[in-house]
T-cell receptor, first 108, second 115 residues
């Protein structure tokens, strides 16, 4: 089993819809969590950190569920420009473990 | 905008050539990383560094080598390129403390094709 797992998708979602996807991790001692966004043939860019209390940035909400060992990303009122691959990152013992990413396609 | 740069952006070379991919950052970050990523596939960590004179191998076995003589510079070298080295190489850096601790900033990548 991989340390960090994501559904690869693609998730095909109509514009304006709400979409959510999860990232599960195997090490209960994981310390920090992040969501990155990667556009096709571009470098990953930080979308948001994931705090224990959850956090929101505009249309994006990230949550951490330590009991079930997953983090989630919710996108409301999706835009065409949200189409990308979303990567989760988990910090274990100061090492960054990357998920393989979930591909999101927003359709008009 | 992240201040991390990679050159060249694109490189097409023949088998057997020695190449060096450059990566520089102006953020004063101690940690630097090299990743390899094929189109549509996941990132694979091939090398990282905690600071000057520190280099470590990542999760993916690689025939490349790295050096860290200066904080801002983390070049990757392939002594003899092969077609199996064709991929995108991404450099990243992060701070070891402060508010953006562990946040990785990526360069634009070098797309390498070995014929």
């Amino acid at each position: 089993r991989k340390e960090v797992e994501q559904d690869p998708g693609p998730f095909n979602v109509p514009e304006g819809a709400t979409v959510a996807f999860n990232c599960t991790y195997s090490n209960s001692a994981s310390q920090s969590f992040f969501w990155y966004r990667q556009d096709c043939r571009k470098e990953p860019k930080l979308l948001m950190s994931v705090y224990s209390s959850g956090n929101e940035d505009g249309r994006f909400t990230a949550q951490l569920n330590r009991a079930s060992q997953y983090i989630s990303l919710l996108i409301r009122d999706s835009k065409l420009s949200d189409s990308a691959t979303y990567l989760c990152v988990v910090i274990n013992n100061y090492q960054l473990i990357w998920g393989a990413g979930t591909k999101l396609i927003i359709k008009p | 905008e992240a201040d991390i740069y990679q050159t060249p952006r694109y490189l097409v070379i023949g088998t057997g050539k020695k190449i060096t991919l450059e990566c520089s950052q102006t953020m004063g970050h101690d940690k630097m990383y090299w990743y390899q990523q094929d189109p549509g596939m996941e990132l694979h960590l091939i090398h990282y560094s905690y600071g000057v004179n520190s280099t470590e191998k990542g999760d993916l076995s690689s025939e490349s080598t790295v050096s860290r003589i200066r904080t801002e510079h983390f070049p990757l070298t392939l002594e003899s390129a092969r077609p199996s080295h064709t991929s995108q190489y991404l450099c990243a850096s992060s701070a070891m403390q402060g508010p953006s601790y562990n946040e990785q900033f990526f360069g634009p990548g070098t797309r390498l094709t070995v014929l």
